[in-house]
């Protein structure tokens, strides 16, 4: 298989593609125990409260509801039309704000919030305009902090546009996964290009300027590089800021309903790679940045003005140019980043409720960063961010000799340098253009908790 820029032979494909986590955390939330409980959070609210007005927070909102189930989705979902469930909902989000403000009396900022879900527009604009302003009664924003948003153009309403607009939202994430209606069929969105196409161009007219993303899947049923590349094309004509072109992950184990999805019409990884490498190609093409593994942005976008200058940073939410210190999640299911904590909420809506109702945060498990993980945490998140990790820099922040500290590391790097998606000098550890879509493997190598995981049964998906 070659293209014009990088060329991966199927044997070396086969290699690379295993099982492998994405590293939206490390340790990744399958080290995640319910021995960090709600005494411990409070304990790192209470570190992160002592930080000081000066240190912005970022927060991160889960509304997990959707009117009917993609069979591709990964998301913590609750699907019903029952909107009483919703309002209740909404009802105990506000309590659970009410307590987290209760233990962060002195740091009141915000340089970035993010509503996600399920499908946040999902409410009404005056239920989303209540919760937002009793979040308001608490949290400050910066004046350029970003307010971002998922919408599903299937139920977004022109209202709920301007309404979002009115709110000071700044930045909308699109589901688009593939416009192909054969793909939709198998996964079973049906979302027109009319509706996608009037939807950016309302959006645009109301004031979101800039910051609008699209979340593109390749891997999915039925996709072929015909239909893929004409899709492409479709994306590239609307202009989105930002694109995300994320590799399906097929976990039926996890996400049961994805058994649902025809197996013999998934692509193989062969072809996966191709339509990977078509969407690189076509956004380059079109004047578009590589961000990180699998984003894509236009060159003024500040995410590609920080991956040029190797400045981006990732947490829960995705890239960002906002490193805020703590991350607070809020809703059932929802991870925060907690003074070197992680902390998962409970992902049942019975069990969120149940800790509101006894005044307790509804922490379900965590897991709290010890000097190592912190280590390889900062050198995991460099690689997906910057593809790059100076060993200098790794001495300065942690005392540690590089080479020393890393040998295992180092020697498991050998089939990746060996296939030239990694080169190891004396100063760094650079991923290569070519190592791109295998920068999880490059990270796995750094990874202290992968072998005992991946030993008993497949947990993660595969990493092409
Ligand atoms: S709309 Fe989004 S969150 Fe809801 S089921 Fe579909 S993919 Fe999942």
Known sequence: METNRYTVTEETLRRFDKPGPRYTSYPTAVEFH????EAAYRDRLAKADACGPDAPLSFYTHLPFCEHRCLFCGCHVVITRNLDIGAKYLDYLK????????LLSKRRTVAQLQWGGGTPTYFTPDQLGDLLGHFKKYFTFESDAEIAVEVDPRVTTT???????ELGFNRLSMGVQDLTPEVQEAITRNQTVEQTRAMIEYARKVGFTEGINFDLIYGLPRQQLETFDKNLGQVIELRPDRVAVYSFAYVPWIKGHQKKLDKEELPSPDLKFKL???AMERFLEAGYEPIGMDHFALPEDELAQAARNRRLYRNFMGYTVKPASDMIALGVSGIGDVQRGYFQNEKKLSAYYAAIDDGRLPVSKGYLLDEDDRIRRYVITQ???????????VAEL?????????????????????AGFVEVTGDAVTVTDAGRLFVRNVCMAFDRYLEAKQRDKPIFSRTV
Request: hydrophobic letters at 50%.
């Open 95 to 102: 309590r659970e704000i009410d307590l987290v403000a209760s």
């Open 276 to 278: 990977y490498l078509m």
């Open 383 to 393: 690689l997906m961010c910057n593809f790059h990790v100076r060993k200098a820099k």
């Open 398 to 418: 942690f005392g540690i000799a590089f080479d020393d500290y890393f040998a295992v590391s180092l020697e498991r790097l050998q089939e990746p340098i060996e």
């Open 34 to 37: 319910a021995g960090v409980d």
């Open 159 to 165: 209202e709920h546009l301007d309404c979002l607009v």
